[in-house]
């Protein structure tokens, strides 16, 4: 982030903490009872990944959960607390922001829609989305569902706009409409000339294909959220923030480092850009695994021609790339190549990854209460990619 937006969040941030909010609620201690006998401390890394986690919190970072699935089973634990100011450790069965893994979600309901005949990847946006909108936003005029997908639409990202940044910490707690969000685009130069390249974008594109899910369905993206992936997985601790009503009892709180000085800040009231395609789901590392097994592992919950569409990736490095609907890492160990298909997550309060390896039938999920949604974010920023660069490493390492 620029250096402007620290100043900014440091004047709007010290008086934020004033109004009580229904997030104010204590975190409650938690028991995991996920319907398995716990064989956690005979899996063969199990010292090695509670180190990982371990290593995190007594370095600051608040709490994490993490939760790894390979040949040796199931394997799962947490570190730190969930609410420092009383003291609650963190579990595997808190909840937290899931923050752009929910861009995954968003994608596979747009490929559900693809499989039932209902849109084509290749129909225009401005097939569902109002002309008073596509002559505001430039490049929309050209872009197709694909583009939104794998991110080669262009389109302006707002998350570095500086009245979107000044907007949401001014308003802390208060939700924005999908036309809000894309207003903060209007008129604006695109990222890039279309088609030209792909590049990720944190916001507009799945704000768009949110919109395109509503207009399609006649309901909010989030009801059809609930009938095509929250009842089949029966994922009951999986929610989606503001359409449906958080147990802010069992949410571990958001803090960031906004001095960048190792001072956390409460930020669990936060509203990005929730509930509207890019953010706002809310789950617990178990739920998570669910929903990753079932798109990845077990491929049952998109076609395959889908499947094929979502994991297509042009060009393959050491960094995340942006696949047809999901993100991908390949990453070199021993000497071998692995391949995790998921996406990373990360806000100003929250951070998160669900991913899956078909080479070593391997699943990885985690939730951590801090944000690190971009570089140069707070005193412990370098030391989460350090963790997930480990973290990956010895998963794959078998």
């Not at 956690?40 to 994490?64: C, E, N, R, Y």
């Not at 570095?160 to 001014?170: A, K, M, Q, R, V």
């Not at 707070?378 to 990956?392: E, H, I, N, P, V």
């Amino acid at each position: 982030m620029k250096s402007y937006t620290y100043l900014l969040l440091f004047g709007v941030l010290l008086g934020a903490s004033c109004v009580k909010r229904d997030t104010d609620i204590a975190v409650q201690t938690c028991s995991p009872d996920f319907g398995w006998v716990d064989t956690s401390v005979i899996h063969p890394k199990h010292a090695v990944f509670s180190k990982l986690i371990k290593d995190l919190t007594q370095a600051g970072i608040p709490g994490i959960s993490l939760m790894v699935e390979d040949q040796s089973g199931v394997w799962y634990g947490s570190s730190g607390y969930a609410d420092l100011e009383n003291q609650i450790p963190m579990m595997p069965c808190h909840l937290g922001k899931i923050a752009s893994v929910t861009k995954l979600y968003t994608a596979v309901m747009i490929y559900k829609l693809v499989d039932q005949g209902v849109i084509s990847l290749d129909d225009p946006l401005s097939k569902f989305i109002d002309g008073r909108y596509i002559n505001k936003i430039k490049n929309s005029d050209r872009v197709k569902v694909r583009d939104l997908l794998n991110h080669s639409s262009g389109i302006y990202d707002v998350v570095f706009d500086p009245e979107f940044i000044l907007y949401t910490f001014n308003n802390l707690d208060k939700e924005k409409s999908y036309e809000e969000l894309l207003s903060f685009a209007y008129d604006k130069d695109a990222a890039f000339e279309y088609g030209t390249k792909r590049e990720y974008n944190q916001t507009l594109n799945h704000v768009l294909l949110a919109s395109i899910i509503n207009r399609v369905t006649s309901v909010d993206q989030s009801v059809y959220f609930k009938s095509e992936i929250l009842i089949p997985l029966q994922l009951a601790n999986t929610y989606m923030r503001p359409q449906m009503n958080l147990p802010w009892q069992r949410v571990a709180k958001g803090y960031y480092d906004y001095r960048k000085k190792g001072i956390l800040q409460d930020l669990t009231p936060l509203y990005t850009g929730d509930g509207r395609g890019f953010t706002g789901i809310y789950t617990d590392v178990n739920d998570l695994r669910i929903f990753t097994n079932a798109l990845f592992r077990n491929n049952s919950l998109i076609s395959n021609p889908s499947y094929l569409s979502m994991t297509e990736i042009p060009e393959l490095d050491t960094t995340l790339g942006c696949a047809g609907g999901c993100r991908a890492m390949k990453i070199n160990v021993d000497g071998n190549n692995y391949t995790w298909y998921g996406h990373p997550g990360g806000e100003v309060n929250y951070a998160s990854g669900a991913f899956y390896c078909p080479e070593i039938g391997a699943t990885i999920t985690y939730i951590m209460n801090y944000g690190v949604a971009f570089s140069e974010m707070g005193a412990y920023t370098d030391l989460y990619f350090d963790f997930r660069r480990k973290l990956f490493q010895e998963v794959s390492r078998q």
